[in-house]
């Protein structure tokens, strides 16, 4: 059992640990990709983009970390390695090939919904699993880049 949490079962300990790995390696990828745009962006509108790529970036680095801080928490082994995340990550493989900003705002929202979508899912599962704790850690991070997505999402209109 857990060595710092009681009270949930097995089977909610593996369920966690199992999506928090997941998400560790997406969000991983994530951040990669958000380097990626952010040292390869041009335009005329360069600076505020190349910026906001670094300020999403800081806000996602949070939750990544405590996601793999949940899995220590839960008496796991968070795996956060460049080669496995290059296996585990669910993610679109970034394109390396783009410079204008527009095409790396829709690339990189493109992950961030994706993104999304996956840790909405991971709410449920690991809710339904008996890991409220877990689910909450997943809500804020839900939350946190369906703000970001909007914010990147209005230099497209």
Partial sequence: MAVNVKGLTDNARKTAISELNARLADGIALSLALKQAHWNVKGPNFIAVHELFDAVLA?????????????QILDGVAVGTVETVAKASTLKAY????TKSADHIKAVCERIRDYGEKLRTAIDTVDEAGDADTADL???ASRTVDKDLWFLESHLE
């Fill in 59 to 71: 806000r996602l680095q949070v939750h990544v970390d405590d996601i793999a801080e949940r899995v």
């Fill in 95 to 98: 394109p390396t090939d783009l």
């Fill in 138 to 140: 997943f809500t804020a």
